[in-house]
């Protein structure tokens, strides 16, 4: 049976329309849009329903992204975004077995994550048997049996391998990595692999600790504020209400990226919208629009200028800190020239937001993407790490580190265990909790089970949630890698090519999504996630579920364990009948979540210990904060060649794409399209709409992609800018970060051909 490995491409280009980028996010069309949304996809009342829900003190965590609530939410805690992923997920169920049994998997393998996100939710158990052309039905219990059976008849754990996306509860997620444990792997991928990796490493290391510093109320105190790398406009719109709300105090935005991202120029608050209030605020003070890699040089040159500034809290430094001598003398030794060539900033511009910076009595960092995809992304984050430690801003009122991360719980699995490689301290409290002895040695990452798969080492693989087939990099290779595989299984809400480009065998588990009601042993249950800034609060879904025929993931966890397992290490059904006795595990099984049932239902939840927040107190080995010394990243291509980001648009989460327009960058109907600076374009004697095919270099191997569309844009000459999850296929597998092995997907060197130009119109 064929199955095609990247979708049919949109033949339809002349559908691209252009418009003038916005310069203001959020307002009117962010209501609108949201409205829309709802009603077609819900229906009024579920529409209402669900929206008044949204991350209230009894409702769900809304799916949308990490950023937290705050502690006085207006009735509407909701934003565009969040109001997107709800009415996604509360679509009717309608990928049913009668609708698998008149695709194919090969005609349904033409479509893109787009065209199958928009099919409805999964209402039943499927499975592909080998060689078969269609999903059949199957019933839980066979399910489980099938599953379990084969994991019994592997001869050892490290030929499997369990991924988890983002989304999974607290709850399901200990209990899945108890599991995998008890079986007998660290084989745990995650999506943090190819997210925030960086930042936990970056941080680790020299704070002591793997995540952010600041709480949602330090952003009330700040008095400097940098964005970099990061698109809240788009990704975290709840994060410019933050925003907006420090600037009115008299904080002030400084906004690095290669792009004018609209959100971080000017913003309305639609719940102002709503009470009436047409002023919209301007967020950043100044916007430095680096080249793609060239933050690390940017970096130094604003060190430079805290130091010539005198802008140093010595008494921190001295008795919190060490290695920032040689930090200085490796800044000194780096010329102007060098970096402003490598940042494409003048010296004049970083003055201006080095001076800034030293004037700040407490500043905030914030980034994500944007710097962690980079192959010294943690690197440049230790350089922010620099920056703030020389003006002591950790563990102060108003200042601290804030990798703001993607996935609404992926911190939160990553706290209970989600994590290829643990740490011996981690574990040994683990294994006193749970009562039995777990693997010591470390598992693979996203990066290293595709090479796993490759070389036929893996005999299992299971998806806790996610798209693993377009989330990843180089698409086709991944695709190879998993039909290597006798069996895959995913646990999934949506439809996604996953389902489509799979092992020999597979499986698809349909599960219970945040909004719903999740009754397991007559009762109605909650679950707990961390937002973040490390607050752990429940959760609640209130809507019937889209079928009856779905589990909750907890439920899905512990049937699998029991059927494969048996008792011998823990009474997993019994755990997965009332979520309770899992946190009452995790309490004796984990650091930081003492008396964790009585403390969770407390309207707010509560905060993790975070040492350097609480205490400027530093876990690493001296009881230090450490400066650390990096080279410049070398950013040289060859002549005809551009560096390519990829990047999510207005309407997508992640590989979930609502719909093809992209409202703040004013492209409509299409995402095949490349963000190009107009000198460079001119210099190809290309026009807008020019169509090409993009090429990928990496250690002497090449990629290859076409029919893509040229936009020009206001983007750093020499740099380009794609859409992810379609220009996956050009990222190379092993072009990774050092340390964080996190894939590159900010930073791919390409060569272009042209070749026809597309006629359309501008708006
Ligand atoms: N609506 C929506 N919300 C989401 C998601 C979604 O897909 N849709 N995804 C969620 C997830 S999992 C995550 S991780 C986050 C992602 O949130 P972001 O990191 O904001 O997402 P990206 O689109 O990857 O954008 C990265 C930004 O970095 C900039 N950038 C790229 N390269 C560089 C560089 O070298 N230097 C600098 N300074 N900037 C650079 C880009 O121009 C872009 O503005 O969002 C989460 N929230
Ligand atoms: N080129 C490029 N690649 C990237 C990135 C990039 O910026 N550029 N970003 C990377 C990042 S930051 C991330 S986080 C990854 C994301 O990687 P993933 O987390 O693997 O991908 P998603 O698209 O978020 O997964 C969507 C699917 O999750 C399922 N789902 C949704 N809700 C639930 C739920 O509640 N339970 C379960 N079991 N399933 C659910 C649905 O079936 C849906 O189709 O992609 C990475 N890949
Ligand atoms: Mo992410």
Redesign the pocket.
């Known amino acids: 049976m064929e199955r095609h490995v990247t979708a049919r491409t949109p033949v339809d280009t002349n559908a691209l329309r252009l418009k003038k980028p916005k310069t203001k996010a959020a307002g009117i069309p962010a209501v609108l849009s949201s409205a829309q949304h709802g009603l077609a996809k819900m229906g009024l009342s579920k529409t209402i329903k669900n929206l008044t829900m949204v991350n209230q003190k009894e409702g769900f965590d809304c799916p949308?992204?990490?950023w937290p609530d705050p502690e006085h939410r207006t009735t509407f805690e909701f934003c565009?975004?969040g109001a997107?992923?709800v009415a996604d997920e509360a679509m009717k169920a309608h990928v049913t077995p009668h609708f698998f049994s008149k695709h194919s998997v090969s005609e349904l393998s033409l479509l893109s994550d787009y065209e199958l996100n928009r099919k409805g939710r999964l209402s039943h158990p499927v499975i592909l048997e080998k060689g078969a052309t269609h999903y059949a039905e199957i019933s839980w219990g066979d399910a489980m049996s099938r599953i379990s059976e084969h994991l019994k008849s592997i001869p050892d754990p490290n030929r499997t391998a369990f991924y988890t996306s983002?989304r999974t509860s607290n709850e399901a997620a200990f209990l899945y990595q108890a599991f995998v444990r008890a079986y007998g792997t660290n084989n745990l991928p995650d999506?943090s692999n190819m997210?925030?990796e960086s930042s936990g490493k970056g941080l680790g290391q020299t704070i002591g600790i793997g995540k952010g510093t600041v709480s949602l109320d330090d952003f009330n105190h700040a008095e400097v504020i940098m964005v970099?790398?990061?698109?809240?406009g788009?990704?975290?719109?709840r994060m410019l209400t933050a925003l907006r709300d420090a600037k009115h105090k008299g904080a002030k935005i400084i906004h690095?990226?290669?792009?004018p991202?609209a959100g971080l120029m000017q913003f309305k608050h639609p719940q102002d919208y709503m009470k009436g209030n047409l002023k919209s605020t301007t967020l950043a003070d100044v916007h430095l629009g680096?080249?793609?890699?060239?933050?690390a040089a940017l970096l130094k040159g604003l060190i430079k200028v805290q130091v010539d500034q005198q802008a140093i809290d010595h008494d921190f430094v001295t008795s919190k800190t060490t290695g920032m001598d040689e930090m200085i003398a490796k800044v000194a030794a780096t010329s102007w020239d060098q970096i402003t060539k490598d940042s494409g900033l003048s010296k004049a511009d970083i003055q201006v937001a080095g001076r800034m910076l030293a004037q700040s009595g407490a500043t905030i960092a914030c980034?994500?993407?944007?710097?962690?995809?980079?192959r010294n992304g943690v690197a440049v984050i230790q350089e922010v790490v620099n920056l703030l430690l020389l003006g002591g801003h950790v563990g102060k009122k108003g200042a601290g580190f804030c990798p703001?991360?993607?996935?609404s719980n992926?911190q939160g699995d990553r706290t209970v265990g989600i994590w290829e490689a643990p740490t011996d301290a981690f574990l040994d409290r683990l294994q006193e909790g749970l009562g039995f002895e777990v693997p010591r040695e470390h598992g693979h990452d996203v990066v290293n089970v595709i090479d796993a798969m490759g070389r036929g080492e893996i005999d299992f693989f299971f998806c806790m949630g996610g798209n693993f087939l377009s989330a990843t990099p180089d698409t086709d290779v991944t695709a190879r890698g998993l039909s290597n595989i006798p069996l895959t299984v995913q646990v999934s809400t949506k439809l996604n090519r996953s389902h489509l480009v799979t092992g020999e065998t597979a499986i698809i588990l349909p599960c219970l999504g945040r909004t719903e009601v999740d009754v397991q042993g007559g009762v109605k249950q909650f679950v707990t996630v961390e937002n973040s800034m490390g607050v752990v609060h429940r959760s609640q879904g209130g809507l019937q579920p889209a079928s009856p025929s779905l589990r909750s993931e907890p439920w899905i966890v512990a049937e699998l364990a029991e059927s494969t397992l048996g008792v011998e290490h823990l009474p997993w059904r019994q755990l997965g009948q009332d979520y309770s006795k899992v946190r009452d595990l995790m309490e004796r099984s984990l650091f930081g979540f003492d008396r964790y049932n009585e403390r969770v239902n407390a309207p707010n939840g509560f905060e993790l210990p975070n040492p350097p927040r609480d205490s400027q107190s530093f876990s690493t080995p001296d009881g230090k904060a450490h400066f650390t010394v990096h080279d410049l990243p070398n950013l040289d291509v060859d002549d005809d060649q551009y560096v390519m980001?990829?990047?999510?648009s207005?309407d997508?989460?992640?590989t979930?794409i609502y719909g093809l327009s992209d409202r703040y960058r004013g492209v409509k109907g299409n995402r095949r399209v490349v963000f190009m600076n107009a000198t460079d374009m001119v210099a190809r004697g290309w026009k807008a709409r020019t169509k090409v095919s993009i090429t990928s270099h990496f250690e002497g191997e090449t990629r290859h992609s076409e029919h893509w569309l040229i936009v020009p844009y206001d983007i750093p000459s020499g740099n380009i800018?794609t859409y992810?999850p379609e220009a996956n296929s050009l990222v190379p597998l092993h072009s990774t970060a050092e340390q964080s092995n996190t894939p590159t997907?900010?930073?791919i060197v390409c060569s272009m051909d042209s070749s026809e130009t597309i006629h359309g119109e501008e708006e």
């Not at 680096?290 to 933050?295: A, E, Y």
């Open positions: 949308g992204c990490a565009e975004n997107k992923a983002g999506c997210c925030h970099i790398g990061q698109n809240p788009t990704n975290h719109p690095v990226n290669p792009l991202e680096v080249r793609i890699g060239g933050d980034w994500a993407m944007g710097l962690t995809q980079h703001v991360r993607g996935h992926v980001m990829t990047l999510r207005h997508q989460y992640n979930t800018a992810f997907s900010k930073w």
